[in-house]
């Protein structure tokens, strides 16, 4: 059953840009979904006029079956979490938490047991009486997630909430966000640029491009199936190789450089663009592509080769035991489990 629907949702600012283009989302009760995509994407946009805090210029918004494109953040039942915690510098940890309380005349006696609650299950107790300045960011912004469940509300808005804290402490507030929303089943709409982020916490990942939605699915479907380029090349690091070329026959593909012929099951279409993520790209001495690596990047775990072929750059992720091979002579391979067809002049997917 949906939860939040969002029908034909536009939002064109005074100065004529197009921020949200008429998309189309429906969210399912307890699921968390992440609104992903680079600067500028609408993602943030879209997330507010979910709150209230924009009003669209088009569309509607629904929130349990009730709409609310019309009304005030208040009147929405959404708790809103923010990218640099808003904290009330003056007032205690208790006093944050127990603001939007107050705010709607909640008694005192509920509104302390309410807060103690909240406290409880964000490891919060022990500070209650500090104020925000004695907390560390990862302890904020546990105060600021605090303040939005504190009311129960409908929906859970997060707009890029880990973006101020480092990589142990991301991870970590990542592992507890997700714990948290699965344990109490909260619908829930985050936004964020970084791509892992996204496949960590998501159950559906929705991809935005100017103000677009160009692909709603789950992480390891967007990963492995995108919908067309864009989503191909943003979602994994590094994105995925492509390669143009053209149909010879009836199942033969021949890259622009010519280099190559390699068996494709691609119909109706002469020319089209091959994709294939580095983890699918061998190093093999029977290679049928030959290259030189041009840069060698240390990804811990792995590493990040970047050859170049007849073909153009590919980039081939192997073992972190495959170091030293800067301006190295290799031979590639191509893993058919891994290739992805694309047209050459849209950019979609092809079957």
């Not at 840009?17 to 992903?36: H, K, P, R, T």
């Not at 995509?37 to 009003?55: H, N, Q, V």
């Not at 640029?193 to 390891?220: W, Y």
């Not at 580095?278 to 030959?290: D, I």
């Amino acid at each position: 059953m949906s939860h939040v629907d969002l029908c034909g949702l536009s939002k064109r600012y005074p100065d004529g840009n197009l921020a949200v283009d008429g998309i189309d989302l429906s969210i399912a009760a307890g699921e968390f979904v992440v609104l992903l995509g680079p600067s500028g994407c609408g993602k943030t946009t879209t997330l507010r006029m979910i709150a209230g805090l924009e009003l669209p210029t088009g569309g509607s918004i629904s929130i349990a079956g009730r709409e609310v494109t019309a009304l005030g953040p208040r009147e929405r039942d959404v708790g809103f979490v923010f990218q640099f915690y808003a904290l009330y510098p003056h007032f205690t940890v208790a006093q944050n938490i127990a603001f939007p309380l107050e705010c709607v005349g909640t008694a005192a006696s509920e509104r302390d047991a309410r807060v103690q609650h909240v406290a409880q299950r964000l490891g919060l107790l022990p500070l209650l009486r500090h104020r925000p300045r004695q907390l560390s960011g990862g302890d904020q912004q546990r105060v600021a997630l605090a303040r939005a469940m504190v009311r129960k509300p409908a929906v859970y808005l997060m707009d890029e909430p880990l973006g101020t804290l480092d990589g142990a402490r991301r991870l970590e507030m990542c592992e507890f966000l997700r714990e948290q929303q699965l344990a109490h089943g909260i619908t829930t709409v985050y936004v964020t640029h970084d791509q892992e982020e996204a496949m960590r916490l998501a159950d559906r990942v929705v991809v935005m491009a100017a103000g677009k939605i160009l692909q709603a699915a789950a992480p390891l479907e967007v990963y492995d199936q995108p919908a067309n380029r864009f989503v191909a090349h943003f979602v994994g690091s590094p994105g995925m190789n492509f390669i143009p070329g053209v149909m010879v026959g009836v199942d033969r593909f021949r890259p622009a450089g010519g280099a190559i012929e390699i068996f494709a099951q691609v119909r109706d279409v002469r020319e089209c663009v091959l994709g294939i993520r580095p983890e699918f790209v061998r190093l093999s001495a029977s290679g049928a592509l030959p290259g030189r690596v041009v840069a060698d990047e240390d990804l811990g775990a792995s590493r990040a080769l970047h050859v170049d072929t007849a073909c153009g750059r590919v980039i081939a992720r192997v073992g972190s035991g495959e170091s030293g091979l800067r301006g190295a002579s290799v031979r590639l391979d191509f893993d058919a489990r891994g290739m992805r067809w694309f047209s050459a002049s849209d950019g979609a997917r092809l079957p």
